[in-house]
């Protein structure tokens, strides 16, 4: 299983990204797969994540409406829609793969991880 995040970079307080972050290696339909962040010195945190099958979603209170988990089954892509983005958003930016049914905020619950995409957002 690989995971490839993508579309990170530097942008003023107040723009917008997109992420995306591409799976490989095997079939995702029962997976929750989820975008962690870790700002340098900081602890890794849930950002949001989506559940492949029916789609649901959650995501942390910090980002809730400004932030927008998406999939696109065919293609085995997940993005997150940032928008309206904070000086404290700045961080490096993981998505994760995690094969039980819900879905969880706890990093070392997630089984695979990309290698993380840096999201740097100036004042």
């Known amino acids: 299983v690989q995971l490839q995040a993508s579309g990170g970079g530097l942008v003023q307080a107040g723009g917008s990204l997109r992420l995306s972050c591409a799976a490989f290696?095997?079939?995702?339909?029962?997976?929750?797969m989820g975008w962690f962040r870790q700002a340098p010195g900081k602890e890794r945190d849930f950002v949001a994540a989506?559940?492949?099958?029916?789609?649901?979603?959650r995501y942390a209170n910090s980002v809730k409406g400004r932030f927008t988990i998406s999939r696109d089954n065919a293609k085995n892509m997940v993005y997150l829609q940032m928008n309206s983005l904070k000086p404290e958003d700045t961080a490096v930016y993981y998505c994760?793969?995690?094969?039980?049914?819900?879905?969880?905020?706890?990093?070392?619950?997630?089984?695979?991880w990309g290698q993380g995409t840096l999201v740097t957002v100036s004042s």
């Open positions: 290696g095997r079939t995702f339909s029962s997976y929750v």
């Open positions: 989506i559940k492949w099958y029916d789609g649901i979603i």
């Open positions: 994760a793969a995690d094969s039980r049914i819900t879905i969880s905020t706890v990093a070392n619950e997630y089984d695979h």
